[in-house]
């Protein structure tokens, strides 16, 4: 907690890029509701790029490690009036600056009461706060649960307060190897967000332990570290940040591989939806999907923007991070 909002004052005093990472274009709709969030917001805000899944209207979204709130006023916008965003963050200063500038923002965009509400607590306990069990659609986290020792304790969480085929959309640090004691407990690299990255291969077990759909791999960017000290801590250890999605696919989903059809229908992807590193969807072109993708869109919000039919399926195998 000292290092955020004491010995960082602003993203430019971060020593790597692991909390910039390499983002792809964003879209119009995206840049414009940033340009709509406080400029204090945004300087005090120190996540990993952007987290912005697609199909939003009117969803209800947790943002775990959510900070001065700049991707929950972005959120904010991208829900809708009728829908509502939560911010939950374990340092006092940066959830103040979040709850500060509501006002400004439901005036900026024009909503008659605040579709957004920011907690302090702890993302590993959010029973703590309040949250009741299946009551979001959407939880993101913005490179902040490397921050946490329990990981296992984060998704677990994550996926008791989503709704049946609700999704964790999120970015983090990973590693290519289990981290040494040594970068574990040094105090910048935890500030970094590199000391607590999880092993790339954990978090497939993770994940599939807590109950969620194996991992799918959006994007990744390597990490570059510009200090000579920090760079011999670490030694051979390599880093990434990537981004992942994971979905809480109720058995009443699940059957076999099948063919899908997208509808075109999400505001932003109009003539293809570019949903993981293994999957994109065009508009009106017949895709094979294996089984697993296939009860992730039938159970999911996106449901409602494909055309769903069983069939035999040639899709690659999920690639890892690293």
């Known amino acids: 907690q000292d290092y955020y909002g004491k010995r960082l004052q602003k993203s430019a005093d971060l020593k790597t890029n692991a909390c910039i990472t390499l983002a792809k274009p964003l879209p119009k709709a995206v840049r414009d509701a940033l340009e709509n969030v406080h400029e204090e917001v945004v300087a005090r805000y120190y996540g990993c790029g952007l987290v912005i899944p697609e199909c939003l209207t009117s969803c209800r979204i947790l943002d775990l490690g959510s900070g001065s709130g700049r991707d929950c006023y972005l959120l904010s916008q991208m829900v809708g009036e009728w829908g509502h965003v939560t911010g ?6 940066q959830v103040e600056v979040a709850k500060k500038h509501v006002a400004y923002h439901m005036n900026k965009f024009g909503y008659k009461k605040p579709n957004v509400e920011f907690l302090q607590g702890y993302m590993e306990k959010l029973s703590d706060a309040g949250l009741a069990d299946e009551s979001y659609d959407i939880v993101i986290s913005n490179c902040v ?21 609700g999704e964790m959309y999120f970015s983090d640090v990973y590693a290519n190897q289990r981290l040494s004691e040594s970068v ?5 690299l935890w500030g970094e967000c590199l000391a607590g990255a999880l092993y790339w291969r ?18 990744a960017s ?3 570290i510009g200090d000579k000290e920090l760079e011999d801590v670490i030694g051979d250890c390599r880093f990434v940040s990537a981004t992942f999605r994971l979905f809480k696919v109720p058995s009443s989903s699940r059957a076999g591989p099948g063919q ?7 505001v932003g992807h109009k003539q293809e939806l570019v949903f993981d590193a293994n999957f994109t969807f065009k508009e009106g072109e017949v895709v094979d999907v294996d089984a697993e993708m296939a009860a992730i869109l039938r159970s999911s919000r996106f449901a409602e923007e494909f055309l769903i039919r069983a069939g035999r399926a040639n899709t690659a195998a999920p690639q890892g991070c690293c």
């Open 88 to 93: 939950i963050d374990m340092t006092e200063s």
């Open 145 to 165: 649960i490397n921050l946490t020792p329990d990981k296992r304790a984060v998704l677990r969480e994550a996926y008791r307060v989503l709704k049946p085929g």
């Open 184 to 188: 574990q407990k040094h105090r910048v």
């Open 202 to 219: 954990d978090l497939y077990s993770i994940a599939e332990e807590v109950g969620f759909s194996p991992p799918c791999l959006v994007t």
């Open 222 to 224: 390597p990490i570059t």
């Open 260 to 266: 899908v059809i997208y509808n075109g229908g999400i």
